[in-house]
């Protein structure tokens, strides 16, 4: 996956995140921040392709994750709320949530806001489907 695909990808996060969007509406907002359909089409490919998955199926909804005291500290309840929203989105899994955690815990001195939760968010979805043949991510839409 190339740069400007990782770019559509994490603006499809965003949306996602801040509102329900229609994928009709989305191709359009993505166009008119200067996107190729090309580079579109290839960012919902490789979504399709790495979230949705079939394999990625078996671990969903086994469990609810609470944060600890030393991370309702560092993480601002937006960042949470938007962590809880993908994993109910079926974006991200139980694994990627502790692996985006960590990295916040370990990345950041101050408090994690939601702008600097979705970049780790969208490194973790990169690094996944980098390191993993089959990253350990559900379902994408619906």
Known sequence: MNEKTLDVVGVILESLTSKSVKEDDMIDILLGQGFSLKEIESAFKWMAQ???????????????????????????????????????????????????????????????????????????????NETHSNPSITLLYH
Request: net charge negative; charged share 30%.
């Open 50 to 128: 790495t979230i949705l998955s079939p394999q990625n199926y078996s671990n969903y909804g086994k469990s609810l994750r609470i944060l600890a005291e030393h991370e309702k500290a560092k993480i601002s309840p937006e960042a949470w709320g938007m962590l809880l929203k993908l994993k109910n989105l079926n974006i991200i899994d139980d694994e990627l949530i502790e692996e985006i955690l960590e990295r916040a815990m370990n990345e950041s001195l101050d408090e994690v806001n939601a702008e600097e939760m979705k970049q780790i968010v969208q490194m973790s979805l990169f690094r996944a």
